[in-house]
């Protein structure tokens, strides 16, 4: 398995960054960047996303870890419930809409298979000894 040296490394991280660079370029064009309440709230999750995992990652122990993927998990729920109002509100074509949802989707998915991982691991060891997971980003 390959060692997790930065935050960057995370895939779940990186998920949610295509999910955020998707809902900014969305959130600039037809009803969505008139809406301010909600494209703010849509950018806020999308960040949020990214920012808990990456402010995880220098966590002093994966007890302490854990809980900020946590966080992500949430915010990901969140966006997608901010993606079915914009697609009521017809902010979002079909398309757009599945294809930001289908990111959420597998964002989460990721975000879980890290907390599982994390979960499994030694509670008190420190955090840098011990993140190793077989999905890391390999870019």
């Known amino acids: 398995m390959t060692k ?24 600039r064009v037809n009803g969505l960047a008139k809406d301010l309440a909600l494209r703010d709230q849509m950018q806020r999750a999308t960040v949020s996303i990214m920012a808990n995992i990456a402010e995880g990652f220098d966590s002093c122990s994966s007890r302490e870890f854990i809980r900020f993927p ?21 902010y979002l074509n079909k398309q757009e809409f599945e294809e930001l949802f289908i990111l959420t989707v597998n964002c989460k998915n990721l975000i879980i298979g890290f907390i599982r991982y994390l979960r499994s691991s030694p509670k008190d060891q420190p955090r840098t000894s011990n993140i190793e997971h077989g999905t890391l980003n390999n870019d």
């Open 4 to 27: 997790i040296e930065r935050f960057e490394d995370i895939n779940a991280l990186m998920e949610a960054r295509k999910s955020m660079q998707h809902v900014y370029q969305v959130s």
């Open 70 to 90: 946590g966080y992500a998990l949430r915010s990901t729920t969140e966006l997608q419930s901010h993606l079915y109002i914009a697609l009521d509100q017809n």
